[in-house]
């Protein structure tokens, strides 16, 4: 399947916002399938990146998706989306620890939110598309420290991945998505199991 033949399956309402999820582990390939879907979709789609909600140090927390501010992306995302009614929200940075410049998201149109813990249960009722990305473990891992470098293997290894199969195992996001995808397709989709 072409990145075409998979935005057909979005059904929308003109003028409404069509809010999409596309969640799995780290270095599944979310973020390059979200890329691929902006450019197959209208020129009114945004995408937005769970990254830019990493929790601030000293908040992070234990629970599901802890180390993510998933409340300040619902109340400042997915909440006024959901309403139609414009977004706004700040980028975390990574290398200060703080938030950064301001994003807006337009309303209207199709906007998707990709990242870790994206789908879990309390987002889940905000999304009229869900999408779930499935890449074996060491094809992740190997893609993480490509991205982040060797420096970062202990917080994937012993933090980041560990965290996410208790996320996996407690709340299977894969058995809420209209669609699981592999993450090790290249250019070709490849469906491995779908929502009737």
């Not at 902006?38 to 830019?52: E, M, T, W």
């Not at 959901?82 to 950064?100: F, H, I, K, V």
Request: a negative charge; hydrophobic letters at 35%.
């Amino acid at each position: 399947m072409n990145i075409n033949r998979l935005t057909a399956l979005f059904g929308k309402k003109e003028q409404q916002t069509y809010l999409i999820a596309i969640d799995g582990g780290g270095g599944a390939g979310k973020s390059t399938l979200a890329r691929s879907l902006q450019l197959a979709l209208d020129s009114r789609s945004a995408i937005v990146h769970a990254d830019d909600f990493y929790q601030l140090s000293g908040k992070r927390s234990n629970e599901i998706g802890g180390s993510w501010d998933l409340k300040r992306l619902e109340e400042q995302v997915l909440k006024p989306l959901s309403q139609n009614n414009p977004a706004r929200y700040e980028r975390y940075d990574w290398e200060t620890d703080q938030l950064a410049e301001a994003y807006d998201v337009p309303a209207g149109g199709f906007v998707i939110v990709e990242g870790c813990y994206t789908m879990t249960s309390h987002l889940l009722p905000y999304y009229q598309f869900k999408i779930w990305v499935e890449s074996p473990e060491d094809i992740r891992l190997e893609r993480g420290i490509e991205r982040d470098g060797e420096e970062k293997r202990h917080l994937w290894e012993d933090f980041w991945m560990p965290a996410e199969k208790v996320y996996m195992h407690e709340q299977n996001p894969a058995g809420s998505a209209d669609l699981v995808i592999s993450g090790t397709g290249g250019n070709d989709i490849v469906i491995l199991s779908a929502r009737n």
